[in-house]
């Protein structure tokens, strides 16, 4: 099992250009979570999928966009990006199983910066 | 509203020490608690989950606990190795939402 994969691991944008980030996970998760990391912020919660076809807003969505048209899959868009969106984006899934509730798996991040 | 503080921010020791770290948290109507490692660059690696009807967690060195009541748990590393070296990571649910609130981290370094 690859666990969650994402693509790409590194991307420079600059300023009003868009791009899609992707995460993929082969463990058959309904829980699939978009998350940014940022010095002295921690990890937050961008936007989430409790199952194919839903998505719903976290923390800090503003700027975001995300889908679900795959289980297996969850897309994170930048429609116009903003300097203040150069951080490391990680996605992170997990089951629904009750004894495993909440243990979410991360994927390797993606460093992205906008200039 | 949930937080979660981990202090200190950063330990160094030399190797084979025990060593302790500490997560607090505020609300503790929690369901679990998580403990991470992220790697320099890397992305975060589950090591312990513990449910809120369990007292403590082990995997190999590694042995977690937890007290609801006083909104701590707490992270053991027997014998630690210049490979445990990582920041460590411990979150927590914020109560019915599917967000995980986290602590900034403790940067730990095990020299030789």
């Known amino acids: 099992n690859a666990g969650v994969t994402q693509t790409p691991k590194f991307r420079v944008l600059k300023t009003g250009q868009s791009m899609t980030l992707l995460c993929a996970q082969d463990?058959?998760?309904?829980?699939m979570y978009w998350y940014r990391q940022d010095p002295g912020m921690g990890l937050r919660l961008i936007h989430y999928s409790v199952g194919e076809g839903t998505t719903a807003k976290g923390e800090v969505p503003d700027g975001y966009n995300v889908s679900r048209l795959k289980k297996q899959n969850f897309l994170l868009g930048l429609e116009s990006a903003a300097p203040s969106q150069t951080s490391v984006y990680f996605c992170?899934?997990?089951?629904?199983?009750?004894?495993?509730?909440?243990?979410?798996?991360f994927g390797p991040g993606t460093r992205l910066t906008v200039l | 509203k949930q937080e979660v503080t981990q202090i200190p921010a950063a330990l160094s020791v030399p190797e084979g020490e025990n060593l302790v770290l500490n997560c607090s948290f505020t609300?503790?109507?929690?369901?679990?608690l998580q403990w991470f490692r992220q790697d320099p660059g890397k992305g975060l690696t589950s090591l312990l989950l513990?449910?809120?009807?369990?007292r403590e967690q082990t995997s190999g060195r590694l042995n977690a606990s937890l007290d609801k009541s006083s909104g701590r748990s707490t992270l053991y590393i027997a014998a630690s190795q210049p490979g445990d070296s990582a920041t460590y990571l411990c979150?927590?649910?914020?109560?019915?939402?599917?967000?995980?609130?986290f602590g900034k981290g403790m940067k730990l370094t095990v020299n030789p």
């Open positions: 463990m058959n998760h309904e829980y």
């Open positions: 979150a927590v649910p914020q109560g019915g939402s599917e967000k995980l609130v």
């Open positions: 992170a899934s997990r089951s629904d199983s009750l004894s495993s509730y909440n243990e979410q798996f």
């Open positions: 513990i449910q809120s009807s369990q």
């Open positions: 609300d503790s109507a929690i369901y679990n």
